[in-house]
Protein backbone atom coordinates (compact mmCIF):
# COMPACT_ATOMS: atom_id res chain seq x y z
CA UNK A 1 0.00 0.00 0.00
CA UNK A 2 1.01 3.65 -0.51
CA UNK A 3 0.84 5.76 2.45
CA UNK A 4 0.99 9.92 1.94
CA UNK A 5 2.27 12.24 3.83
CA UNK A 6 2.03 16.00 3.44
CA UNK A 7 2.96 18.66 5.82
CA UNK A 8 3.38 22.80 5.24
CA UNK A 9 5.10 24.99 7.82
CA UNK A 10 2.25 27.18 8.01
CA UNK A 11 -1.68 27.95 8.02
CA UNK A 12 -1.14 30.29 5.44
CA UNK A 13 0.51 27.88 2.73
CA UNK A 14 -3.09 25.95 1.74
CA UNK A 15 -2.37 26.26 -1.31
CA UNK A 16 0.80 23.83 -1.25
CA UNK A 17 -0.91 21.26 0.85
CA UNK A 18 -3.42 21.18 -1.23
CA UNK A 19 -1.08 20.79 -4.00
CA UNK A 20 0.56 17.50 -2.46
CA UNK A 21 -2.28 15.85 -1.46
CA UNK A 22 -3.44 15.87 -4.87
CA UNK A 23 -0.29 14.66 -6.15
CA UNK A 24 -0.01 11.82 -3.43
CA UNK A 25 -3.62 11.26 -4.42
CA UNK A 26 -2.26 10.68 -8.53
CA UNK A 27 0.41 8.52 -7.53
CA UNK A 28 -1.75 5.76 -6.04
CA UNK A 29 -1.76 6.65 -2.27
CA UNK A 30 -4.75 5.28 -0.49
CA UNK A 31 -4.24 6.73 2.61
CA UNK A 32 -2.63 10.14 3.30
CA UNK A 33 -1.88 12.40 5.85
CA UNK A 34 -1.87 15.78 5.69
CA UNK A 35 -0.99 18.69 8.51
CA UNK A 36 -0.09 22.41 9.41
CA UNK A 37 2.83 22.47 11.33
CA UNK A 38 6.22 23.48 11.79
CA UNK A 39 8.78 20.62 11.58
CA UNK A 40 10.04 21.63 15.05
CA UNK A 41 6.87 21.49 16.61
CA UNK A 42 5.30 17.94 17.52
CA UNK A 43 3.89 16.06 14.08
CA UNK A 44 0.48 13.98 15.13
CA UNK A 45 -0.57 13.25 11.79
CA UNK A 46 3.24 12.10 10.83
CA UNK A 47 3.68 9.80 13.81
CA UNK A 48 -0.10 8.27 12.48
CA UNK A 49 1.63 7.78 9.11
CA UNK A 50 4.51 5.93 10.45
CA UNK A 51 2.60 3.79 13.29
CA UNK A 52 0.02 3.12 10.13
CA UNK A 53 2.92 1.69 7.53
CA UNK A 54 3.12 -1.96 7.79
CA UNK A 55 5.54 -4.44 5.85
CA UNK A 56 5.57 -4.13 1.89
CA UNK A 57 4.35 -0.40 2.77
CA UNK A 58 5.74 2.45 1.17
CA UNK A 59 5.41 6.03 3.10
CA UNK A 60 5.21 8.80 -0.70
CA UNK A 61 6.35 12.31 0.23
CA UNK A 62 6.53 15.30 -2.12
CA UNK A 63 9.89 16.81 -1.28
CA UNK A 64 12.69 15.51 1.88
CA UNK A 65 12.05 18.67 3.79
CA UNK A 66 8.40 17.26 4.45
CA UNK A 67 9.66 14.34 6.64
CA UNK A 68 12.93 15.07 8.11
CA UNK A 69 14.56 18.24 10.29
CA UNK A 70 18.02 16.62 9.35
CA UNK A 71 20.14 13.55 8.51
CA UNK A 72 20.18 12.28 12.23
CA UNK A 73 16.00 12.28 12.00
CA UNK A 74 15.90 11.32 8.30
CA UNK A 75 17.98 8.11 9.65
CA UNK A 76 16.09 7.15 12.99
CA UNK A 77 12.78 7.84 10.34
CA UNK A 78 13.68 5.24 7.33
CA UNK A 79 15.62 2.65 10.03
CA UNK A 80 11.91 2.92 11.49
CA UNK A 81 10.00 2.15 8.35
CA UNK A 82 12.57 -0.60 7.27
CA UNK A 83 12.14 -2.59 10.73
CA UNK A 84 8.38 -2.40 9.61
CA UNK A 85 9.59 -3.74 5.75
CA UNK A 86 8.46 -1.12 4.41
CA UNK A 87 10.06 1.67 2.41
CA UNK A 88 9.92 5.45 1.22
CA UNK A 89 9.39 7.29 -1.41
CA UNK A 90 10.14 10.68 -2.72
CA UNK A 91 8.07 11.96 -5.28
CA UNK A 92 10.38 15.40 -6.69
CA UNK A 93 13.72 13.38 -6.52
CA UNK A 94 12.08 10.28 -8.43
CA UNK A 95 13.86 7.70 -5.17
CA UNK A 96 13.15 4.41 -3.05
CA UNK A 97 14.66 3.70 -0.58
CA UNK A 98 14.07 -0.25 -0.54
CA UNK A 99 16.57 -0.23 -4.00
CA UNK A 100 20.24 0.16 -3.37
CA UNK A 101 20.28 3.37 -5.52
CA UNK A 102 17.96 4.94 -3.84
CA UNK A 103 19.49 4.09 -0.15
CA UNK A 104 22.78 5.98 -2.15
CA UNK A 105 21.11 9.10 -2.92
CA UNK A 106 18.88 9.27 -0.07
CA UNK A 107 22.39 9.57 2.22
CA UNK A 108 23.71 11.88 -0.34
CA UNK A 109 20.78 14.07 -0.51
CA UNK A 110 20.30 14.06 2.96
CA UNK A 111 23.45 15.25 3.54
CA UNK A 112 23.46 17.86 1.47
CA UNK A 113 20.11 19.50 2.43
CA UNK A 114 21.08 19.23 6.22
CA UNK A 115 24.07 21.56 4.84
CA UNK A 116 22.09 23.96 2.77
CA UNK A 117 19.56 24.03 5.91
CA UNK A 118 22.70 25.00 8.28
CA UNK A 119 24.46 27.52 5.82
CA UNK A 120 20.81 29.44 5.45
CA UNK A 121 20.78 29.41 9.08
CA UNK A 122 23.94 31.06 9.45
CA UNK A 123 23.19 33.91 6.82
CA UNK A 124 19.89 34.46 8.52
CA UNK A 125 21.97 35.48 11.55
CA UNK A 126 24.64 37.47 10.12
CA UNK A 127 21.28 38.98 8.05
CA UNK A 128 19.60 39.64 11.42
CA UNK A 129 22.71 41.15 13.67
CA UNK A 130 23.41 43.65 10.59
CA UNK A 131 19.88 44.77 10.63
CA UNK A 132 20.19 45.20 14.47
CA UNK A 133 23.20 47.31 14.07
CA UNK A 134 21.50 49.16 11.41
CA UNK A 135 18.50 49.56 14.10
CA UNK A 136 16.22 47.98 11.23
CA UNK A 137 15.28 44.83 13.08
CA UNK A 138 14.07 45.04 16.70
CA UNK A 139 12.22 41.71 16.77
CA UNK A 140 8.69 40.93 17.02
CA UNK A 141 6.19 42.70 19.05
CA UNK A 142 5.92 41.49 22.14
CA UNK A 143 2.11 40.93 22.34
CA UNK A 144 1.39 39.34 25.54
CA UNK A 145 3.47 42.08 27.78
CA UNK A 146 1.44 45.11 25.62
CA UNK A 147 -1.68 43.26 26.79
CA UNK A 148 -0.72 42.84 30.14
CA UNK A 149 -3.43 45.18 31.98
CA UNK A 150 -6.17 43.46 29.94
CA UNK A 151 -5.15 40.23 30.58
CA UNK A 152 -4.77 40.93 34.42
CA UNK A 153 -8.29 42.62 34.21
CA UNK A 154 -10.22 39.34 32.63
CA UNK A 155 -8.10 36.90 35.76
CA UNK A 156 -9.66 39.27 38.18
CA UNK A 157 -12.95 38.94 36.63
CA UNK A 158 -12.67 35.38 37.26
CA UNK A 159 -11.71 34.01 33.18
CA UNK A 160 -9.75 30.98 32.56
CA UNK A 161 -6.35 31.38 30.56
CA UNK A 162 -7.96 29.52 28.15
CA UNK A 163 -10.94 31.67 27.82
CA UNK A 164 -8.93 35.01 27.94
CA UNK A 165 -6.25 33.65 25.28
CA UNK A 166 -9.24 32.87 23.01
CA UNK A 167 -10.63 36.45 24.16
CA UNK A 168 -7.98 38.62 23.01
CA UNK A 169 -6.88 36.02 20.40
Not at 51 to 64: H, M, P
Not at 100 to 116: D, F, H, M, S, V
Not at 132 to 151: D, M, N, Q, S
Amino acid sequence: MKIGYARTSTVEQNYSLEDQVERLGSQGCEKIFAEKVSSIQSRPEFEKCMDFAREGDAVVITKLDRFARSITDLWKHITALEEKGASLQILDLNLDTSTPNGRLQITLLGGIAQWEREMMLERQKVGIAKAREEGKYKGRVPTARRLGTEIQKLHREGMKPSQIAKELN
